[in-house]
């Protein structure tokens, strides 16, 4: 694959791109549960893979997804009234249901079937966990709702955020997979931030700086493990899943709540990165909670848009003496900022043809190559994985092992996400 | 975190303030990124990809038909000591491994663990990166993987045969 293909194939995913088309086969997040708290609340603007469309939930409890605008002239049904089973546009009063089908066009006489006729396009949208996933493709290539083990646990074991991210999707998931920037860019994080610190795997990080890679290829994506030296004869592990095309997750620290990532596209210039911290067999405590909301971990502080706090219009809050001294390594405070000021950095949609990259990248080069041939694949009619249960039910997993055993052996059932089994943690 | 932490962690500390064009608002913009400047970019890699067996061997010299930077291929003849420099004649592995600063290893089978081992300590010695392609299926246990695992820095298992040449592509090796 030649740099410029990256850009044309894999970085836009609007409706009718090849990559659009790949996305277009996968149930994605495209609100928090609580953008749409209540029966008849007020509709939400969503945009998502290049596409304007409005959300709403109706008296019943109903969830809708569906194009943004009035089929009459156009008025965005944003400012619409959620009443009684529908959103009806305020300008000549036609209603909508959550499928986007008419029920109700007021100038028309009452015995005309107009109304019959006139169907917004709509998607079907579900809410698992705290989040809403909707699915924007083909009916008929539709995929079982998401098994994310994040979002099958019982309720109270989760909390998701998310973040406007404004970049390209791509340089954001390419920061989920590159694990060869964790030691850099948030080696300052682990022991002062309180969904990290205190476990044993944290001395292990910091006694071996230089850790090797294994990128392996399993069907569902890619494996991404981090090797450090552990005891004598021992490594340890930190193993980091990618499935495709835009969920990663970061391996656990001691008994800490493990989190990961969806980074979906809104178009080909911003993202949403989707935060989540589960603990597969215990409650989020209060004060988990609390650090969550507050922007620690992998979360950020943001305004009432999930827009952070500290963005480019502040640059971002960078703090010189901080970056000077070490606490942070950036001089941005936390991992969340300290990740997209980088990848806002590099521009909307980073020029790939300037890239140098090394041998360490492998994991990067491997992912863009899997996407690709996804792509290719699905053109020549191969659906592609990633949508299924199986490839869902994955683990992050961190593990100390012999030195002569392959992770993906060592981790063994680990990694497989099953109701009430502890996590594998150091 | 919070504004109001930060404020509090860093009292003292004067945090810059975004400057006009120098802020990351007016530079981080699609319209500022068209002046990045424009050069070519030195391809200085000077990279050494070696088959470690037959196989390995098919699938490197099929790489080394395509048009490369400074990229030379080997395969092994006297374990250890000389390699067999595709197209070209013997070359002692300590003459391999000057000038060079990453060595690709591609392996289909456990053979020659002993030249992985000398060409790994060359390596680790001299500074060099090192990579390793396992195209095996069952790769997750072959001793291809084990001998490789001590000497790569990065591995790729399974790796698939144009792996080698999208690592290399990427690398503008
Ligand atoms: S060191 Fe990796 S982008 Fe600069
Ligand atoms: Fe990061």
Redesign the interface.
């Known amino acids: 694959?030649?740099?410029t293909d990256i850009n044309e194939l894999l970085a836009q995913a609007g409706p009718g791109t090849p990559m659009g088309d790949l996305f277009r086969r996968y149930w994605q997040p495209v609100l928090l549960a609580e953008e749409l708290p209540e029966n008849d609340c007020p509709p939400v603007r969503v945009k998502v893979l290049s596409e304007r469309l409005i959300a709403f939930r109706d008296s019943e409890g109903r969830y809708g997804l569906m194009d943004e605008f009035c089929a009459h002239r156009g008025v965005s049904l944003w400012f619409g009234r959620n009443e009684e089973g529908g959103l009806r546009c305020p300008y000549h009063g036609w209603k909508y249901d959550v499928t986007g089908q008419a029920v109700e066009v007021p100038s028309e006489l009452a015995s005309s079937n107009f109304c019959a006729n006139v169907k917004l396009k709509g998607y079907p949208m579900a809410k698992r966990g705290d989040v809403l996933f909707a699915y924007l493709g083909d009916p008929a290539a539709q995929p079982p709702l998401p098994e994310w083990e994040a979002y099958t646990v019982p309720d109270g074991q989760v909390f998701t955020s998310k973040r406007l991210q404004?970049?390209n999707w791509l340089q954001a998931l390419e920061g989920g997979i590159d694990s060869s920037h964790v030691t850099f860019l948030h080696g300052g994080n682990l022991e002062s931030d309180p969904l990290f610190k205190g476990s044993k795997g944290n001395e292990y990080n910091k006694g071996d700086l230089k850790p090797?890679?294994?990128?392996?290829?399993y069907e569902g994506g890619l494996l991404i493990g981090a090797r450090r030296n552990a005891e004598e004869g021992m490594y340890y592990w930190r193993v980091t899943p990618w499935v495709l095309p835009n969920f990663t997750m970061v391996p656990p620290r001691g008994d800490h709540p493990v989190h990961g990532h969806f980074w979906v596209p809104i178009d080909d210039?911003n993202c949403w990165a989707y935060s989540f911290d589960y603990h597969p067999t215990r409650q989020l405590t209060e004060a988990e909670v609390a650090a969550m909301r507050?922007?620690?971990g992998v979360h950020s502080?943001n305004d009432a848009s999930y827009r952070p706090?500290?963005n480019?219009?502040?640059?971002?809050?960078?703090?010189?003496?901080?970056q000077k001294h070490g606490?942070n390594y950036s001089g941005i405070?936390?991992i969340a900022l300290q990740d997209s000021?980088l990848q806002?950095?590099?521009?909307?949609?980073?020029?790939r043809t300037?890239?140098?990259?090394?041998?360490?990248?492998?994991?990067i080069?491997?992912a863009r190559?899997k996407l690709y041939k996804a792509v290719k694949a699905l053109q020549d009619g191969v659906e592609p994985t990633g949508n299924r249960a199986k490839d869902q039910k994955v683990r992050s997993v961190a593990i100390v092992l012999p030195a002569?055993q392959?992770f993906?052996?060592g981790i063994g059932e680990a990694m497989v996400a099953e109701p009430a089994k502890p996590h594998t943690s150091v | 975190m919070s504004h109001h932490d930060h404020d509090h962690d860093h009292a003292s500390g004067p945090r810059s303030v975004p400057a006009g064009l120098s802020s990351c608002a007016e530079a981080a913009t699609a319209k500022e990124a068209a002046y990045r400047i424009d050069y070519p970019l030195s391809a200085a890699r000077n990279t050494r990809v070696v088959a470690l067996d037959d196989e390995a061997e098919r699938i490197v010299r099929s790489a080394a038909l395509l048009d490369w930077g400074q990229a030379r291929f080997f395969s092994i003849t006297d374990p250890g000591e000389v390699l067999a420099e595709v197209g070209a004649s013997d070359v002692p592995l300590d003459k391999v491994m000057t000038d060079t600063n990453t060595v690709v290893m591609v392996a289909t089978s456990g053979e020659n663990a002993t030249a992985v081992a000398a060409i790994g300590d060359l390596a680790r010695e001299r500074g060099i990166m090192t990579a390793g392609l396992v195209v095996a299926p069952g790769a997750l246990t072959s001793d291809a993987l084990f001998h490789l695992r001590p000497h790569a820095r990065i591995l790729l298992v399974p790796a698939e045969e144009d792996d080698l040449i999208e690592l290399l592509r990427a690398t503008r090796a």
Request: glycine share 6%; with cysteine; charged share 40%.
């Open positions: 694959m030649l740099r404004e970049c090797f890679f294994e990128v392996v290829d210039e507050a922007g620690k502080a706090l500290a480019k219009d502040n640059d971002y809050l960078m703090d010189r003496e901080s606490e405070e936390g000021s806002e950095s590099m521009g909307p949609l980073v020029d300037k890239e140098r990259l090394v041998a360490t990248d492998a994991g080069i491997k190559q002569d392959s993906v052996e």
